[in-house]
């Protein structure tokens, strides 16, 4: 039972990055996805999460409007669209997968939601 993300890389600010987070030894249709990022000496923060259903998805403040998850139940493999990339959002994103089918309606709270981690990628924007 694991999460793998993959994707990370430098890009230019303004540039567009794709994660994957690739499920194995478990059903993903029946769990929450969530997305996570964290840099030096703070906090995981959480970035989108997506329901087993679809009915919701969630993101941070920092990244609506910019940010993209999806899920593809078939290729058992969850995404991160992200556009308009910024300095702040270099970090290294993790992917996570939900206690239950649901996420929480605020990113505050979606850290709490989840039981199983994966390895995480880094994204670095910078000129």
């Known amino acids: 039972v694991q999460l793998q993300a993959s994707g990370g890389g430098l890009v230019q600010p303004g540039g567009s990055l794709k994660l994957?987070?690739?499920a194995s030894g478990f059903t993903?249709?029946?769990y929450a996805i969530g997305w996570f990022r964290?840099?030096?000496g703070q906090?995981?923060?959480g970035v989108a999460c997506i329901s087993s259903s679809v009915s919701r998805i969630t993101y941070a403040d920092s990244v609506k409007g910019r940010f993209t998850i999806s899920?593809?139940?078939a290729e058992n493999t969850v995404y991160l669209q992200m556009n308009s990339l910024q300095p702040e959002d270099t970090d290294v994103y993790y992917c996570a997968r939900g206690r239950s089918g649901y996420c929480a309606?605020?990113?505050r709270y979606l850290y709490y939601g989840m039981d199983l981690w994966g390895k995480g990628t880094l994204v670095t924007v910078s000129s």
């Open 43 to 45: 906090e995981r923060e």
């Open 105 to 107: 309606s605020s990113s």
């Open 28 to 30: 993903l249709s029946d």
């Open 71 to 73: 899920r593809d139940d």
């Open 38 to 40: 964290q840099g030096p």
């Open 20 to 22: 994957s987070c690739a």
